[in-house]
């Protein structure tokens, strides 16, 4: 098992899950679980728990759709990245085992509305093209 970083060692990043109804509770009782879906951008099967840098919009637009916010450790999400050059924001896909290490919380809706994009020209650490 791989051990945490020591304290300060890493960078802090604010990421995003949506999450369905069904699944919510459970994930605030049990932590993530890991799962296989499509990814829309590229047609790849994926497996493990999505993450974004910013609130996504849910494939149905369903409302009671929940988000989770996670303070990541950026060097263990970091190999997990799902490269997208068209994007305006970072992708995950990362084995919940290592999501369920972070802190996790679920947000209300409207505080979810409210999330600025944090988008990849405003990270030092993202290379700019």
């Known amino acids: 098992m791989q051990s945490d970083p020591p304290l ?3 960078r802090t990043i ?3 899950h949506l999450a369905a109804p069904e ?6 009782r049990d932590g993530f679980r890991d799962e296989t879906a499509t990814y829309k951008a590229t047609g790849m099967d994926l497996y493990g ?6 609130v996504l919009d849910s494939d ?15 060097t263990q999400i970091a190999p997990y990245e799902i490269f997208e050059a068209s994007a305006d924001h970072r992708n ?3 084995p919940a085992e290592i999501v369920n290490r972070f802190p ?19 990270d030092p650490a993202y290379p700019q093209e």
């Open 60 to 74: 149905d637009d369903r409302p009671e759709t929940f988000v989770f916010a996670v303070d990541a450790d950026e």
């Open 92 to 94: 995950y896909c990362v």
């Open 49 to 54: 728990v999505f993450l974004s840098t910013r």
């Open 23 to 28: 699944a919510f509770e459970a994930i605030e």
């Open 104 to 122: 996790r919380r679920r947000l209300a809706q409207n505080e979810a509305r409210d999330i600025p994009v944090n988008d990849r020209a405003s």
């Open 8 to 10: 300060g060692s890493a």
């Open 14 to 16: 604010l990421a995003y």
